[in-house]
């Protein structure tokens, strides 16, 4: 019994030991698939939780690298498609700021050379609403009333007395259905009169209106002593006791006065124009005189004075004399002539009967000088010898023949 009893608790030991070495052999297996099911698991949530720290880092390259299969990797596979959906979506965002700064720039640049453009701009310039508020101004119309740009912004039209006649036609323009309007305006800058040509288009459907004004006193200025000169040409034209004439290359008169149409015996420079067609047929008496004026201008000569016999209307012929000038064309050829005519015909009798005065002065004058060579000739001594010898032959013939 001792020794069965011995080999039966030898026994049960063994398989003691046995159950506890199966145990542990047991619990490390289970704890080494336990570390490889956890790492399994851990792994791919930790990549993913780097990979997601690193997008909210900035890092849009970031990927997850996941090799499994389970609903961990079809997150990892989401996350990794989502980053390509995100970088895509930066991308196109990246390019429309671009895309926008670019267009902010351009907007930027060409607002930059607008406002050159219209600070450029000789001329005032200003913006208005269709309540009559100033929008904005040039800088020349700012410098021009001494006052700052903004200082316009906001204030209504006519807010300066002095434009009254502007703020009217402005006024009138914004109520009227038109797209365009232009009118010269004066208005009264430090006690002087200036003039402005303004004009006004609208824009932006009819609701804002823009104001251009060009200042044109000097041409005002120019034109109203162009009109007093023209006035006073034309007085003088009329007017004067001498013939004026312009007439063609071609041999008419363009113009005449009355002083011109009256020397010639017509009732009216119109008249006169009108009956000429051919100065050289109808004018001159001598084909010299045409000849004479030609060549003289044709010789470079844009001056020139001339006497000759002309015809009157009635055929008459009566003497002229005339001052001409050639009035050139830019490239030297003869647009037309212009001169000065007087008639001097009774001169010309006068001039004639004493040349006849001189010319039998000129005979009175010899023959007296004959009578005083004659007178001095018989005073001579040797002309009183031979008036004794001739006086001695006269008697001595006449005894003879007694």
Same mark, same amino acid.
């Given at each position: 019994?001792?020794?069965?009893?011995?080999?039966?608790?030898?026994?049960?030991?063994?398989?003691?030991?046995?159950?506890?070495?199966?145990?542990?052999?047991?619990?490390?297996?289970?704890?080494?698939?336990? *570390?490889?099911?956890?790492?399994?698991?851990?792994?791919?949530?930790?990549?993913?939780?780097?990979?997601? @720290?690193?997008?909210?880092?900035?890092?849009?390259?970031?990927?997850?690298?996941?090799?499994?299969?389970?609903?961990?990797?079809?997150?990892?596979? +989401?996350?990794?498609?989502?980053?390509?959906?995100?970088?895509? +979506?930066?991308?196109?965002?990246?390019?429309?700021?671009?895309?926008?700064?670019?267009?902010?720039?351009?907007?930027?640049?060409?607002?930059?050379?607008?406002?050159?453009?219209? %600070?450029?701009?000789?001329?005032?310039?200003?913006?208005?609403? !269709?309540?009559?508020?100033?929008?904005?101004?040039?800088?020349?119309?700012?410098?021009?009333?001494?006052?700052?740009?903004?200082?316009?912004?906001?204030?209504?039209?006519?807010?300066?007395?002095?434009?009254?006649?502007?703020?009217?036609?402005?006024?009138?323009?914004?109520?009227?259905?038109?797209?365009? !309007? /232009?009118?010269?305006?004066?208005?009264?800058? %430090?006690?002087?009169?200036?003039? *402005?040509?303004?004009?006004?288009?609208?824009?932006?459907?009819?609701?804002? #209106?823009? +104001?251009?004004?060009?200042?044109?006193?000097?041409?005002?200025?120019?034109?109203?002593?162009?009109?007093?000169?023209?006035?006073? *040409?034309?007085?003088?034209?009329?007017?004067?006791?001498?013939?004026?004439?312009?007439?063609? !290359?071609?041999?008419?008169?363009?113009?005449?006065?009355?002083?011109?149409?009256?020397?010639?015996?017509?009732? /009216?420079?119109?008249?006169?124009?009108?009956?000429? +067609?051919?100065?050289?047929?109808?004018?001159?008496?001598?084909?010299?005189?045409?000849?004479?004026?030609?060549?003289?201008?044709?010789?470079? %000569?844009?001056?020139?004075?001339?006497?000759?016999?002309?015809?009157?209307?009635?055929?008459?012929?009566?003497?002229?004399?005339?001052?001409? @000038?050639?009035?050139?064309?830019?490239?030297?050829?003869?647009?037309?002539?212009?001169?000065?005519?007087?008639?001097?015909?009774?001169?010309? *009798?006068?001039?004639?009967?004493?040349?006849?005065?001189?010319?039998?002065?000129?005979?009175?004058?010899?023959?007296?000088?004959?009578?005083?060579?004659?007178?001095?000739?018989?005073? #001579?001594?040797?002309?009183?010898?031979?008036?004794?010898?001739?006086?001695?032959?006269?008697?001595?013939?006449?005894?003879?023949?007694?």
């Amino acid at each position: 019994m001792g020794k069965s009893q011995a080999w039966i608790s030898a026994m049960i030991t063994q398989k003691r030991l046995a159950a506890f070495v199966i145990t542990l052999i047991t619990l490390a297996v289970a704890t080494g698939w336990a *570390y490889v099911s956890a790492n399994a698991i851990v792994k791919p949530i930790q990549a993913l939780a780097n990979s997601t @720290r690193r997008v909210r880092e900035g890092n849009l390259d970031a990927q997850v690298r996941v090799e499994s299969f389970d609903e961990v990797g079809d997150l990892a596979e +989401s996350f990794n498609a989502m980053l390509v959906q995100l970088r895509r +979506s930066f991308q196109e965002l990246e390019q429309k700021n671009r895309s926008l700064e670019q267009i902010r720039d351009e907007l930027i640049e060409a607002n930059e050379q607008f406002e050159a453009v219209l %600070n450029a701009v000789p001329g005032t310039i200003s913006w208005i609403n !269709a309540e009559g508020i100033y929008k904005g101004v040039n800088r020349k119309l700012a410098e021009t009333l001494n006052l700052p740009p903004e200082a316009f912004i906001g204030r209504p039209l006519g807010f300066l007395r002095e434009d009254g006649e502007l703020a009217e036609f402005m006024h009138e323009f914004v109520n009227s259905p038109d797209l365009f !309007a /232009s009118r010269v305006i004066s208005v009264r800058r %430090n006690g002087t009169i200036i003039f *402005y040509l303004v004009a006004l288009q609208k824009y932006m459907k009819g609701t804002h #209106t823009v +104001s251009v004004g060009i200042d044109i006193t000097d041409r005002i200025r120019a034109e109203e002593a162009l009109r007093i000169a023209e006035e006073n *040409y034309r007085s003088i034209f009329e007017n004067a006791l001498e013939g004026i004439f312009q007439a063609s !290359a071609d041999s008419r008169f363009i113009r005449v006065n009355a002083a011109m149409a009256s020397i010639f015996g017509f009732d /009216s420079p119109e008249q006169m124009v009108a009956s000429i +067609s051919s100065i050289r047929d109808q004018v001159y008496v001598e084909e010299s005189t045409r000849d004479e004026i030609t060549n003289h201008f044709d010789s470079g %000569n844009t001056t020139g004075h001339f006497e000759f016999k002309a015809y009157r209307r009635d055929r008459q012929i009566i003497w002229v004399e005339v001052d001409m @000038r050639a009035v050139l064309n830019a490239d030297g050829s003869i647009a037309y002539y212009e001169g000065l005519v007087q008639d001097i015909t009774e001169r010309k *009798y006068r001039e004639q009967a004493m040349q006849q005065q001189i010319e039998e002065l000129k005979v009175e004058i010899d023959h007296e000088k004959r009578r005083q060579q004659v007178a001095e000739i018989t005073e #001579t001594e040797y002309f009183q010898q031979l008036r004794q010898q001739a006086s001695y032959l006269r008697k001595r013939s006449h005894r003879m023949t007694t």
